[in-house]
């Protein structure tokens, strides 16, 4: 009999032990809840922080699509469209002076024609 009583006692006392860890653990489990709820509410707020500057940017974009004069330069540029009393003129241009020359390669001499024509000047 005595070793039942020595058995419960230690059962007894290791009973507030027992709650104190699961206690700690429970404790633990919030605090990393909390830490990533934190984190997530950065997240959120910096995206609505971009969102906010995006709709900004959009809406000074739709108030200038909405001007006469953006509807004007699209009516002249994308509709060739002119004003009454205006003239269109269009330039044509021969060659572009941008391009190299189509033959460059012929243009160019050997190198002993080059030496040929350095001393000998023919």
Known sequence: ????????????????????????????????????SQLLLKSLKSQIQESRI?????????????????IEQEARNKLNLVKPGERIIILKTTEDSSLPPKNINNLRRATWQEWRYLFLRF
């Open 1 to 36: 009999m005595p070793k039942t009583k020595l058995q419960r006692r230690e059962l007894i006392s290791l009973i507030p032990f027992l709650l104190s860890f699961i206690f700690a653990l429970r404790l633990l489990q919030l605090v990393y809840q909390t830490y990533q």
């Open 54 to 70: 995006t709709i900004k940017e959009l809406n000074k974009k739709l108030v200038y699509q909405q001007s006469d004069q953006f």
